[in-house]
């Protein structure tokens, strides 16, 4: 029983032990998420393919217990879907043009991961360990926009959320509060506990007597509040109009902001998801072969042969006692291997998410200045999804907005136009909501992560069936092959499920050869 | 009409407007929240009294018009209530004993203002323009926790807000839909637009099939989110425990984060709020007679005199043109003037709100290594009321809390408290939600604003009656004295209050010099 399920499953009060734990000496002095493996002399060689966040945490846990590792990595730089466009960054998607960021000095886009929950433990014990800053990630700001293209009298212009958000708590809250009067619970509640309930609702809708809904100073004003003179907020919207005009679509709702991953608080290295990436390189960076593309994949009779296409396009081979594999399975699948055919089948048929991202840059950072967004996210029902504002940065001259980040068929369409159609559409469309986009803007770097070599997915979007079929076979070793990577847990698209992986087999490699 | 009053009262689309403007050159160069007065001759002396934020922009934005400032403050510091507490900050409240803060250096408590919302306009020009970095006050964390001392099953145990969140949101939504299928609604929706608000509610309460709520991912899971398995999360309090628990009580109310002054994004500047005050001696420090305690003002004929104790203890007299009056109202009171009746009216009855607060530093950042705290306020019916985490310093090693920060009669009972008393028992409160306290504890500091000297209350607590009968008045000159401060305005407590009114006396003063 590790210490976490003794915390969880006691019947004991939390206090009491956690004032046990402290006693026996439990709780220090181990940090939350250090790696309890112990080193011994018996080690072996590991070869790692794919130097995305899954392998360098291998590597760097396999190095601390003695074993020798050597990664190898198909691009020119390590970190995978780790990746944060900077001045300079170059990428050639398939079938596509070359393109260079010309993002000024201090300025990126996390290209790819870009959140950091709370409760992902690994991810931010990495940090801790390995010292990167963390800043606050602003998933929701109530200062943001929805924007419902379509019809109705509130369609067709930005919307502040602070606006959609009171008036949808006060029309639920005060459906909520008719319900209860009709005494039509299911729950039995009793008077008394009933007028508790509605004091709640009152006060989480801001209703008024006959527990209506009014409107509220939550809305906001007009313009900024007034310091001499009383204001009245702007009126609520008619629930009707807010239905007609689309904004209770589901691209508005506030799922993604209540989920369990997207709470807040959220986190962000400081300077750039990469930091993460340059730290892990400063430790492993040294084992990591560069542009070695895998080709194909033994299992031996003992320890494994792997075949890999070097910087100069040669064919070279490489042996050790084990692999670990965290190639995305696209990639997986274009491998020539002796593995399992439930492996195989894996690769084959687990879906990849499709999915793109734009970074605009503007000269000025006018919608902290103009519109007072700091950081946070709009939402729209087109085909951009959302913008995202900067949270770095505050204040500062320059920003990159996310000018969208938009999935499946949304993604594809994007990912199917000239990168000059993808700014300008993303253009036209982000302009909708911000009009200042035609004055301020200055470049962009787009990305379509199905496109993007090496990778040919966002992350493993497995359905029930596949998460039946395909994703057991994952976590065991295939003879002397491991996999690793987000894929193979349910930590899908998180930093935290390369950690979690890399851990698990780091733990199952350490436990095979100690035992042998 | 001001651009602003043009842009929100016209009847064009955003759009439109915007790209007027721009043609026309109104929104280029100035940017938001420059002040706009035109320097000339004609000037004067001004005398400003208090040191305090108004004090300091007032003199700030004269002195760019030409204008002689002297300011006396009675402390031997300026910034007021922006008062950041550090390594050997002193103070001895009225009737206390003499406390010396013995924080880290780098660790801090802003004892008094503390957040900036994204819309307080001048807060966050005068930090753009003052070159003051700003970074994210989190002011909601799911993470943190309610804590209900009383009766009921989810009583006297420390509860994730993100459980209480989802759990009441998806009984509310229930609730709501309820309402809907009883054809109970004043509002008249089609059946088309029932539909999609059920279809709204379902997601906004995570409801399953009969729009019944049966918990969510949303509350999270016992432990972290493992990577190899799927769990279910924990199951839903029943509503009639939530409700007998207490956790319905105001005390655990969204109200304070959707309040408009309470919304996402909030923003503090780095390294504590006393860098904006730094800032502002670096332009107008040279002008500051510290430790002057203002004892009499008087109207002349022409121009004002002002008999203050200097930091000998002696009487002294100086004369200006102006005068800017920034005492809070409480020292105004102990002031002798010829002011007018009204003006001492609102001296002697305008309350101020009682308010303490406490930091508590600690060797270990518990909340964020054991709870995944970063950030935010956890909420108790206790008389701590609450506990704030830093939104600074994440993964560092130690760390302050604010253990404490509470009003009214529970401010009073733990001002009345001995120092060691205080800290004695917001630990003990504390404690109860953080076992850890017994053993991370270091040391603390404690402060109770209506005991301050040369503030005697935490802000202007304005009743709807007060406002009628003394408020205009503090908005007129009296003579050649003007009265500025966050009591003179509508933004009670918030530093964009004082910089308004620091504002309106410039704009008072300029344009009656002007016109002379």
Redo the contacts between chains.
Sequence with gaps: MTR??FI?QSSL???AV??AL?AWGFIYPA??GAFDLQKTDKTGKVLILGAGLAGLAAAYELEKLGYQCTLLEARTRAGGRIWTIREGTQETEIGGEKQIAHFDKGLYLNAGAARIP????LS?HY??ELKI????F?N????AYFYAEGQGTLAN??IKI?QL??D??GY??E??????H?E???????SE?AE??I???K??G?LVKNNQYQGS??????????????EA?APAF???DI??SGL?H?AF???GE????Q???L?QPVGGMDRLVEAFKEKVGHLITYQAEVKEIYNLESGVKVLFQNNSGKTQEITADYCICTLPLPMLKKVKSNLSGDIQRAADFVPYMKTGKIGLQFKRRFW???D?????ISKTNMDITQIFYP?YG??NSKGILKGYYNFHERAVRFADLSLADREKQALAEG??IH??Y??EFENSFSLAWHKIPFSEGGWADYKAND?KLYFPTL?KADGAVYFAGEH????NAWM??AF??AR?VVKQIHERVQAD
Excluded: W
């Design positions: 976490r399920e969880n009060s939390i206090g956690y004032a402290n940090p939350a709370n409760h992902h433990e931010i940090c801790r800053p963390l800043e606050v602003i929701m700001n109530e200062a212009q930005p602070r958000h009171a949808l708590r639920t809250a459906l909520a509060a008719k319900a209860i009709a039509n619970l299911d729950a039995e509640l009793s506990d508790k309930l004091a709640y609702l006060a989480e801001d100073e939550r809305r906001g004003y007009g313009f900024a509040f007034g310091a001499t003179a009383a907020p008619a629930l009707p239905i007609k209770l589901p709702s506030n799922v209540y989920t369990y991953h709470q807040p608080t986190l902290e200045e103009d007072g967004i700091f950081g946070g949270s505050f204040t302009g909708k009009p200042q035609a004055t998460r976590l193979t847990t349910y930590l935290a499920g979690e992986s698990r």
